[in-house]
């Protein structure tokens, strides 16, 4: 048993990643993982039948070997480059035919060496002996596929099967095993029908057991794709995740086997199941809450359970079937582990619904983005040409997801993409209207504001999705593993910081002027001190849309965004300042709450916003240390004041386009050779590629300075 242990669990694990290297798809590997559980349902009982009619110990035997031809010949096929999905699962199927016989005559030839008083903690051993095959197999094969590939991994797993056929030659049939009556094969499974009919506890046990199969063992299916695009550990990652599945079922079974005869077994079936119910939610929130090792010690807890309701399941049906019956007993309890695909497809059937929406829909936001950038009104058309194809790229998965069903407790996640997809081919839609009339930039400019309600609507999943959560990063830092990991364990953790960190608004509804958002980084630890950027929004705009340019660059720095709105239209360009006064108030109400860097608080804007960067950052007493206007001019209320004198010596980093169409580039560069003038230690950047939009490329280059 213990080889043959080592071929099976080695098998789940280049099964799982040779299907998720040819498909990419988790839904398919749920369908391969199925296709080793799926025969049990319909050959159960025959299978059972055939172990009450045959030597128990060849039945095994047989079994050994066929799985030894199966995966020996997927092996070769690997090695050669030939092999298909096609070839994957019609072997895979026929494989756990071959199981199926094997777990039938397995669970009754244990009860003909022990008997039924030591059946349980038989079982036990037996268990322990199997998943230290597991242990042996799982790290083995992730460490084959790793070095030398799949084929090679699935020539071990043969190899492995059949030195275990091997091992039962010189066993033999106990003489307490008792022979099933001769009688014709299906009369056999007839029979067992019938006692079925008779006995209420046989069903019940079937039914817990099946349930347990589909909603708990069925999450090996998300393995493969926990262990490389969530963790990104690779094929000995998974190894490992499967080696953990092992340990915990040699735990939980060695405190098994120091029981004796099961006493109140129904009652403590019904309790390991729910703890193994709890275990799996535990599962479920492990990848976003803790590393790599963290994960890996949940699987060994709910592998634990998993195990011990296993052993429960086997034992009570054993004991709850007559001698002759034991063999069908068995293939009973492979019809209930037999329904695991239906779990194992929805698990799969999720995660691919998920992924399909979320690959079209980042690249959407990311095209959106990438034209928010470049938008320029001679070149409108071209850039509706590469917002096009995004409509029916992103609107078939968005429809498929509407018509998937999701459990209930899940059901938010869904609605929450389905909300941030319609939204995202709103935008496409009303830039098309607008770049038809491409003289009225003001509907142009509407349907891309639009950009920073999707991110927000989508920002809440960043700690689900590892996709999603890599997006809200600048691209120089998405593929930080160990910044995405830190930003995921630190977005769900639970204490008092926990509170005071993340995207938080101040009397800042859409519908509302003069209040402020703020981001606070979730990787704060609640003492250190922070930069703080003070970031105005252009004419007409909105501080809760402008936090969204900043924050991508803010979470990658650990770096304050404080973005206030305006009390009119556009910030206090002519008349009464009703503006700075409550900025600086707001600047102030951030640091009593938070440790600001006082050496590092950077007022900067776009357009409106950057004209008006000058005048509150020139003001006397103005607590900011730099500037750094994008798109703006020097209004010329500082040419008539002495404000340029407080210039001197200090940071600006002044940003303007070639291609401004609203204020040339020439007023840019009258207002760096003035405050060149009176001393100001500029960086001057004139983007040959930028018109009137804000350079949101700039913003790393801004932080680093605000470091240095």
Not at 289 to 297: D, I, M, N, Q, T
Not at 391 to 419: C, H, K, N, Q, V
Request: net charge neutral; proline share 5%.
């Amino acid at each position: 048993m213990l080889l043959g242990s080592i071929g099976a669990m080695g098998e789940t694990v280049v099964l799982g990643w040779l299907t998720l290297e040819l498909t990419n798809s988790p839904l398919v590997v749920g369908i391969a993982m199925g296709m080793r559980m799926a025969p049990m349902f319909f050959v159960g009982v025959p299978a059972g039948a055939l172990a009450d009619r045959w030597p128990r110990h060849r039945v095994l035997m047989l079994a050994g070997a066929g799985q030894a031809l199966t995966t020996g010949t997927l092996g070769l096929l690997a090695t050669l480059g030939q092999v298909t999905l096609a070839h994957i699962l019609l072997l895979t199927l026929a494989g756990g035919t071959l199981r199926a016989l094997e777990h039938a005559a397995r669970q009754s030839y244990v009860h003909d060496v022990v008997g039924g008083a030591a059946l349980l903690p038989g079982l036990a051993v037996l268990g322990v002996a199997m998943r230290t095959g597991w242990l042996v197999g799982s790290l083995g094969a992730g460490a084959v596929i790793a070095r030398f590939g799949s084929g090679a991994a699935y020539l071990a797993v043969a190899a492995g099967f059949l030195a275990g056929a091997a091992a039962l030659l010189a066993a033999s049939s106990p003489t307490r095993a008792t022979r099933a009556q001769p009688e014709s094969f299906w009369r056999s499974v007839i029979g067992f029908a019938s006692s079925m009919r008779t006995d209420r506890s046989l069903v019940v046990l079937m039914l817990l057991t099946a349930g347990a199969e589909m909603l708990g063992f069925s999450h090996q299916a998300l393995l493969p794709s926990l262990a490389r695009d969530v963790l990104r550990t690779g094929p000995e990652g998974l190894g490992t995740l499967n080696a953990a599945r092992a340990v915990g079922g040699i735990l939980g079974l060695t405190v098994a086997s120091m029981r004796g005869p099961v006493a109140g077994g129904g009652a403590l079936f019904v309790t390991v199941l729910l703890s193994f119910g709890g275990s799996l939610l535990a599962l479920g929130l492990a990848p976003y809450v803790v590393h790599f090792a963290g994960v890996v010690v949940v699987l060994v807890v709910v592998n634990a359970l998993g195990a011990l309701a296993d052993l429960l399941a086997q034992s009570l049906l054993q004991l709850s079937a007559p001698a002759h019956l034991r063999g069908r007993a068995g293939g009973a309890w492979v019809v209930a582990i037999g329904l695991a695909p239906l779990g194992q497809l929805q698990i799969g059937a999720l995660a691919e619904a998920i992924d399909r929406v979320l690959e079209p829909l980042l690249e959407t936001l990311e095209r959106v983005m990438w034209v928010q950038r470049y938008l320029h009104p001679p070149a409108i058309g071209q850039l509706a040409e590469v917002l096009a194809p995004q409509t029916e790229a992103l609107s078939g998965p968005l429809r498929a997801l509407e018509e998937s069903a999701w459990p209930d407790d899940a059901g938010f996640i869904r609605e929450r993409l389905l909300d941030v997809g319609r939204q995202t081919l709103d935008i496409l839609a009303a830039f098309a209207a607008a770049a038809r009339a491409p003289d009225d930039l003001v509907e142009l400019f509407r349907a891309l504001r639009r950009l920073a309600r999707v991110q927000e609507t989508l920002y809440p999943l960043a700690p689900a999705f590892d996709p999603v959560s890599r997006w809200f990063l600048d691209p120089a830092r998405r593929g930080d593993d160990e910044l995405v990991a830190r930003l995921r364990e630190a977005t769900l953790r639970d204490d008092d910081n926990a509170r005071r960190v993340g995207v938080l608004h101040a009397d800042n509804e859409r519908g509302s002027r003069g209040g402020f958002s703020l981001y606070v980084p979730e990787t704060w630890d609640g003492h250190a001190s922070m930069p703080l950027v003070v970031a105005l929004h252009g004419g007409h705009g909105h501080g809760r849309d402008f936090l969204w340019s900043w924050l991508r660059e803010a979470r990658a720095r650990d770096t304050l965004v404080l973005t206030p709105t305006s009390v009119q239209r556009t910030w206090s360009l002519m008349g009464a300042d009703v503006d700075a006064p409550r900025i600086l108030q707001m600047v102030e109400s951030v640091a009593a709450r938070y440790p600001v860097d006082r050496a590092r608080v950077l007022l900067t804007g776009m357009s409106d916003g950057g004209t008006y960067a000058f005048l509150c950052g020139l003001r006397d007493g103005a607590p900011f240390t730099h500037l750094a206007p994008a798109c703006g001019v020097l209004h010329p209320a500082l040419l008539a004041t002495d404000a340029l004198a407080r210039a001197r010596d200090l940071p600006i980093y002044l940003v303007h386009g070639e291609l401004d169409w609203m204020f040339p580039v020439a007023t840019a560069r009258m207002t760096r050779d003035v405050l060149t003038t009176v001393g100001a230690r500029i960086v001057y950047r004139e983007i040959d590629d930028l018109s009137h939009t804000y350079p949101r490329d700039e913003n790393p280059k801004i932080l680093e300075w605000l470091a240095a």
